[in-house]
């Protein structure tokens, strides 16, 4: 448990704007990880070791992509419990995201709506933060990182694959994992990936350059495919036959949702951008147990989406879900609910 109790921490927080506030704590971990100021919010790792893709998880629960945009704050995230990190989304030339303000908080449903549409400093800057990173060096099981990539909002959907060749042939030496981000709604006409014939060439593509840099470096990196909730079942099973037959290692399900019923009426409801939080819990649930059924069941899949309590990490696993993230949980929650998730799907998992 850290020494500084997340509680005394959120009212000043939420007395800021969102976006502000992220700012604030992503530079504050930045600059205190790895001195003893860290000790203030470290948290014990829940050992809970397990085997999904060829990977060696130190437990099943991990940050999911969007919060830490720019690798900065690696060993700090990793020193709040969690089994593995993901960082990103990266694209291959710096961009300014969408205008501002483009965060917003719906406290009433714990809940949060982001259009920042991939703002982050590059693939260049992202990779040396990377390397700055010294998570590798501590002893014991180490912490496991998984890089995300996608497209610059200029570069013509036509032509996205080239962005994520770019941007696999340049994490590829430092990630464990590297998670192809298809399903965010903020950047224009990239959800269109996830249709057939546009997966189906975008994985071919990705599949066959893996195979050159696994040549070229001598190691396989697992690629996960990051999909949304908003998705039927028919879409479900295309993607899921697509993912087999470009041999991809494990999906992410899900991103946040376009759908608003949960949060009707609520202020800032109705802005543009994902919905997350604990609306999507269950349009998760449901996109995990349609993958489930589809791809058998040692296929791997991360859960995301909704995730508050250490009962509700469970629901993940009980849908069908090899591993879980957490984001907008850890918004709200702050790091208690890592090592609570951790704790309910180390216990649940001994029970099967």
């Known amino acids: 448990m850290s020494l500084l109790p997340y509680a005394l921490a959120r009212p000043f927080l939420f007395g800021m704007d969102a976006e502000k506030a992220h700012e604030l704590t992503l530079h504050a971990l930045a600059r205190t990880q790895g001195t003893l100021l860290q000790h203030a919010w470290a948290c014990r790792r829940v050992s809970d070791p397990v085997q999904v893709a060829g990977l060696s998880f130190p437990n099943r629960i991990g940050l999911a992509a969007g919060?830490?945009?720019?690798?900065?704050?690696?060993?700090?995230?990793?020193?709040?419990?969690?089994?593995?990190?993901?960082?990103?989304?990266?694209?291959?030339?710096?961009?300014?995201g969408n205008p501002k303000p483009r965060m917003f908080r719906l406290p009433q449903s714990n809940a949060l709506i982001n259009r920042l549409g991939f703002n982050n400093d590059g693939l260049d800057a992202f990779i040396a933060n990377v390397k700055r990173a010294r998570f590798r060096q501590a002893g014991g099981q180490p912490l496991l990182l998984?890089?995300?990539?996608g497209k610059n909002a200029a570069t013509?959907?036509?032509?996205?694959?080239?962005?994520?060749?770019?941007?696999?042939?340049?994490?590829?030496?430092?990630?464990?994992?590297?998670?192809?981000n298809i399903s965010s709604p903020n950047t224009?006409?990239?959800?269109?990936?996830?249709?057939?014939?546009?997966?189906?060439?975008?994985?071919?593509?990705?599949?066959?350059?893996?195979?050159?840099?696994?040549?070229?470096?001598n190691r396989r990196v697992p690629l996960f495919v990051k999909i949304a909730p908003d998705l039927d079942e028919a879409q479900i099973e295309v993607i899921a036959a697509t993912l087999l037959r470009h041999g991809m290692d494990g999906v992410i399900a899900t991103n946040t949702t376009l759908s608003r019923d949960a949060v009707k009426g609520q202020p800032h409801a109705e802005e543009a951008g994902g919905l997350s939080g604990a609306p999507v819990l269950e349009a998760s649930n449901r996109v995990i147990r349609r993958l489930r059924a589809t791809l058998g069941r040692d296929y791997p899949i991360i859960g995301v989406g909704g995730v508050m309590s250490g009962a509700d990490a469970v629901s993940k696993l009980e849908a069908g879900a090899s591993l879980v993230q957490i984001y907008t949980g850890l918004i709200y929650r702050g790091p208690e609910l890592v090592g609570e998730?951790?704790?309910a799907l180390k216990a649940h998992a001994a029970k099967r």
Request: aromatic content about 6%; some cysteine; glycine content about 8%.
């Open 188 to 217: 224009k006409n990239l959800r269109a990936l996830q249709s057939d014939e546009a997966l189906d060439q975008l994985l071919s593509a990705l599949a066959a350059r893996r195979a050159e840099l696994q040549a070229q470096q």
């Open 156 to 180: 013509p959907i036509e032509q996205a694959t080239s962005d994520y060749l770019t941007c696999l042939d340049g994490v590829y030496p430092h990630a464990d994992y590297v998670t192809v």
């Open 67 to 96: 919060l830490d945009k720019n690798a900065r704050c690696i060993d700090a995230l990793g020193a709040l419990g969690f089994g593995f990190v993901e960082v990103g989304t990266v694209t291959p030339k710096g961009q300014p």
């Open 341 to 343: 998730a951790a704790q």
């Open 146 to 149: 998984g890089l995300n990539i």
